[in-house]
């Protein structure tokens, strides 16, 4: 293994990396991805195996005979162990079962007798995608690295679709160039001795729902704990997110339990009414050996704070960047208080808590306990009777709603409870998008209406995983915008092992009229102080959002006096330019500039300078 390059970054927390095949002219294309910095794992032959940038911390790698195994990422494995677990391997699909016992988060690379294994994670954290380049498949962590090595440029179509409220499944999975391939989260990628074909091995499935919530919420404890002390187990200084709420309460408990020293970060909210400073207090009160710190609320940036300035190498648009300057403003003074690593609680609301669209089917099999139910959510979220009504009573199939989906694109948003209880909230357009870009967003929407399937038959599962993907989405970009700051993040939630452990709780106790999180708060009853459990509400920010759209007005205008968009035709920059000169108007509601923001920031980051090739050291 060769030692890192100077220039290789601030070290753990972006890993990434392309794999090549044992065959010489896949040796000739692992040259061209060479970078400042790159390190090379090889083949028993010397050829090159694995390409790209990673720290020591971060990578655990074996070989037993002909057979080699990697583990990029967070996992607690050894190399002693992972060495036992190569010699043992006769099969690749055997490594579903290693795949599904790892707490953490991490890629899962293997090579046996000329074959090549690579897999991600199915939160979708960590994601797999391949291209044939010069005759050889090549798969990467990363889509813009195969992008490059194509010389592709985006796909027009997919930007269209991109700026579709929100982006539905499977849509929202594609890669932005054409020639460069997704393999889904649940499945691993496997190239065979010729380089040249590929196939998929479903690994993941989401497990039944069938534990009670007495007997769910010990296996919740028991992930989550693992989860945190992948990150903390080493020691020195972490530092959590304190926000107050039940999910960065969690963990940050579970921090204090581990071997290093803990320094809790709590963004106070500007809105007046905002008690997370309350309750982010009383619980770093039973914490007195964790160093709190309470930032300035006034000093918290806005929400679409400095997007002209984003350089961040991304290998699609995220709606991550409207909050990036506030994700990453309080990193550079908690490295200086020591912290080589920032835990979050994101990801907490996705699994800890679940969809009401599993009344949908609950309704069918539990009658009475699901109206029971629903009548609690109608009260909790003012649902109408009428609307409650024709939401359960839709049966559509899910490539029949996206179908439908394609001709409303230009409708109002729809009621919340149709979203609720449904496929999910159906995609939207607006004003400022142009018909040609609506065209190319509707033939992509029927296309694939065609052969859709949902991620999981029950409408409720099916948004669950959604959500959780949608998510991981998001924080993938800013894992990298962090670790580019100084500290990487982490976010335990989204671990695999967590995400399946709450999945198999029922249903009907994990989401609740009645209940805040009961799940969570379970699980986490003797690790945190009841005190803190008690709480049943969360902040919204939505101060911090319209305030930062009123502050911000100059930089949206200026983001759109030179749209890349309206260069490709796409929007109507004029449109753009007159919403940015009133952002209190009500067309504003509901984030639905995000996506075309998002994309708008993307195209620009394209056309940043980026580094020059170089030979890699070896």
Known sequence: MTELHESAGTGPGDAHFAVFTDREDAAAVARSFARPGTRILHHASGRPWLVGKWHDQEIVTARAGQTALAVIGCCPIDAVELERQAGRLRDLAELDVLARSLPGSFHLVAALDGRLRVQGTASGLRLVFCALVDGTQVAA?????????????????????????????????????????????????????????????????????????????????????????????????????????????????????????????????????????????????????????????????????????????????TIGVMDRSRVLHHLPPLAQRGSRLHLTGIGGDHVAWCSEAYYHRLLRTRPLFALRQLRGFRALWQWPLGGTARALADSRLYGKWLADSAGRLRDPLPATVSTSLGWGMPPRLFDWVTPAAERMAQQALSEAAVTAVPLHPDRGLHTDLEQILSCTRIIRQWDRMAARAGVPMASPFLDDRVIEACLAVRPSERVTPWKYKPLLTAAMTGIVPDACLQRTNKAAASMDASNGLREHRADLLALWEDSRLEQLGLVDGAALRRLAQRPATPELRDAILYSTIAAEVWLRGLHRTTEPKASASS
Do not use: N
Request: proline share 10%; hydrophobic share 45%; net charge negative.
């Open 141 to 317: 962590s990363s889509a813009d690295v195969l992008a490059d090595a194509l010389g592709a440029d985006p796909d027009e179509e997919q930007l269209a679709v991109r700026l579709l409220w929100p982006v539905p499944h499977p849509l929202a999975q594609a890669p932005m160039w054409r020639g460069v391939t997704a393999v889904s989260p649940q499945d691993a990628l496997i190239v065979s001795p010729d380089g040249r074909t590929v196939r998929r091995s479903r690994w993941w499935t989401p497990p039944e729902p069938v534990r009670t919530l007495a007997d769910g919420a010990p296996v919740v404890r028991e992930a989550l704990a693992a989860a945190v002390d992948a990150r903390t187990r080493q020691g020195g200084v972490v530092s959590c997110d304190l926000s107050g709420g039940l999910d960065s309460t969690s963990i940050c408990f579970l921090a204090d339990r581990s071997p290093a020293r803990v320094v809790a970060s709590t963004w106070p909210g500007r809105d007046p009414a905002d008690t997370d400073l309350h309750w982010a207090e009383l619980a770093a009160r039973s914490m007195p050996d964790v160093d709190h710190v309470v930032w300035d609320a006034d000093a918290s940036p806005l929400v679409y704070t400095d997007l002209l300035g984003i350089d961040d190498l991304l290998d699609e648009p």
